[in-house]
């Protein structure tokens, strides 16, 4: 969709329905120092008890504002609370830098398994919650040692828990964690008003072009338009197609914080849809993620650059790899690719399909006896090397996720939900050494598997567990698991729960490779705060 061309009218309703969404942190600054105060020492000029404390993400101010409801009795409206969690992630946000370790958190990206950091961390915290749930948050050493009261008040039978029971646990949070947060997760005030200054000029560009990828379903390019109402909120318009040839026109809403996080909500095919984008403002580009609202495992992966950027960058280029004698439509999505492109040798270019500034389709021809190797691809004077993957057979396949959960839930229109899971199969060709899975391996992308599911080991084929669990769509790799609750089949009556494999099966003329990643389909989750 080309947004220049929306009638005047059709783009004045639009803009005439922002008002409705459009949110204040100048009236949320005035909630707070109305209703905040109550408990609350201070005020937002020169510094409040324990909130002057602390900086968070907008899903972290958000639980906040919620638990101070919740526990305290705060009594704020709908738009209140939009507008202090603007004023609070405006004034008191991460840096993008701060936010990007732990961003897969806040992008809900499915089946993540943290690194284990710090052993101490590990025990006396992460075993309840992740990682990134501590470093989306900057806190003072007295406002860590305050969470550790707060733990203790709150949750009186952790410390009875296993990895808790074992030590003094309260004495090894005051004198061992504490000084480790802060030090690592300090509220380094400084920082944040450096960074401020360092953006003080800036301004968000309102149109994106941008890259998507789903799993289950393909590539995409989109463009993406922010049209401003008021203190950085905006109407959002979105335009993405696959290389399947699927496209969607979206509008929705969303809100930028402190610059460099933007929040939006769309709806498609009467499907709900939140996205969440970083922001680096230093590079005019962002990468996040979309996803179901109810069903946030089911999503895209995002990253864009801002259309008008001077410099010629490529965002994407899709498919990643050719194969020897094949044709396929190659897309290379970016900034200033107007002038001429130049592909590989090994690549003969039968039809340019579209050349504007921030988009390239070419249909293209791979030599039949071309070598497998990374090749560089030119635009102007500038060249991307490594950027696209020729290939004559592949060695062998992975899938991914390697290990995943899904959930039984309950039946459609309740509120436990079920959690799909989507797996897809990434072929391979061994490098220069010859072989398998070694830093030298060459990434030939997604390939189009067969998928089916087994018992994982001797106990899950006696309790027939891949008869139970769900079934997984043979095509796509997108698995939905069973209702939950008793099974009368079932031995003991057990729910639809198992261990299993899920196996990806994919022909290379006349090579067969498989591939199994495990899957454990487990219980409902009934807490599923923003940030875990």
């Not at 946030?296 to 280029?317: H, P, R």
């Not at 994919?506 to 219980?523: F, I, R, W």
């Amino acid at each position: 969709m080309d947004y220049k061309k929306i009638s005047k009218l059709g783009l004045g309703a639009i803009i005439a329905s922002l008002p409705l969404f459009a949110v204040d942190a100048q009236k949320g600054k005035e909630v707070i120092d109305t209703k905040c105060i109550a408990c609350h020492v201070g005020s937002t000029q020169n510094g409040l008890s324990r909130i002057s404390d602390q900086r968070k993400t907008p899903e972290g101010w958000f639980m906040t504002v919620k638990r101070m409801q919740r526990e305290h009795g705060l009594v704020v409206t709908k738009d209140e609370e939009t507008d202090v969690i603007k004023y609070l992630a405006d004034n008191q946000g991460l840096t993008p830098d701060e936010v990007k370790p732990y961003a897969y958190a806040l992008d809900k990206l499915p089946n993540v398994q943290e690194e284990k950091k710090d052993e101490l961390l590990g025990e006396m915290c992460v075993r309840c919650h992740s990682e990134a749930r501590i470093g989306l948050q900057r806190r003072t050493a007295d406002e860590w040692n305050r969470l550790v009261h707060f733990h203790v008040g709150q949750f009186t039978s952790f410390e009875i828990q296993s990895l808790a029971r074992d030590k003094d646990w309260f004495g090894v949070a005051q004198n061992e964690v504490v000084p480790y947060l802060a030090e690592n997760f300090g509220k380094d005030k400084e920082k944040l008003d450096k960074f401020k200054k360092s953006i003080e000029n800036y301004k968000l560009p309102s149109k994106w072009i941008a890259y998507g990828h789903t799993p289950g379903v393909g590539d995409f390019t989109a463009t993406l338009t922010l049209i401003n109402s008021s203190d950085e909120s905006y109407a959002m318009l979105m335009d993405y197609k696959y290389a399947n040839g699927k496209e969607y026109k979206v509008q929705g809403i969303a809100i930028a914080y402190g610059k460099t996080e933007i929040r939006a909500s769309f709806e498609q095919d009467g499907v709900v849809y939140r996205q969440i984008l970083h922001v680096n403002p230093k590079t005019n580009s962002f990468e996040g993620r979309m996803f179901e609202a109810l069903h946030s495992e089911d999503g895209s992966i995002l990253k864009g650059k801002a259309k008008d950027f001077a410099d010629t960058t490529i965002v994407a280029v899709y498919p990643s790899a050719i194969k020897a004698g094949t044709k396929t439509t190659l897309s290379i999505v970016g900034t200033n690719l107007s002038a001429e492109v130049k592909l590989p040798e090994s690549l003969k270019v039968l039809k340019t399909v579209k050349h504007t500034n921030n988009e390239i389709i070419l249909e293209v021809e791979a030599d039949k006896k071309v070598k497998t190797s990374m090749q560089n691809i030119q635009i102007a004077d500038k060249t991307f090397k490594n950027s696209l993957a020729v290939y004559n057979k592949i060695d062998y396949i992975k899938v991914i996720p390697e290990y995943a959960i899904s959930r039984i839930g309950a039946l459609k229109g309740e509120k436990i939900l079920k959690q799909n899971a989507t797996f897809e199969a990434i072929a391979y060709a061994n490098g220069k050494d010859g072989k398998p899975d070694t830093k030298d391996d060459i990434n030939l992308g997604v390939i189009p598997a067969s998928w089916s599911i087994e018992a994982f080991d001797d106990k899950a084929t006696e309790e027939k567990d891949a008869d139970y669990v769900g079934k997984i769509d043979e095509k796509s790799g997108k698995f939905s698991p069973n209702e939950a609750g008793p099974n009368k089949d079932r031995n003991m009556m057990t729910n639809n729960a198992g261990n299993i494999n899920v196996v990806a099966t994919y022909k290379d003329g006349k090579n067969e490779l498989s591939q199994k990643a495990h899957m454990v389909v487990t219980v409902p989750k009934y807490v599923n705060p923003p940030i875990n």
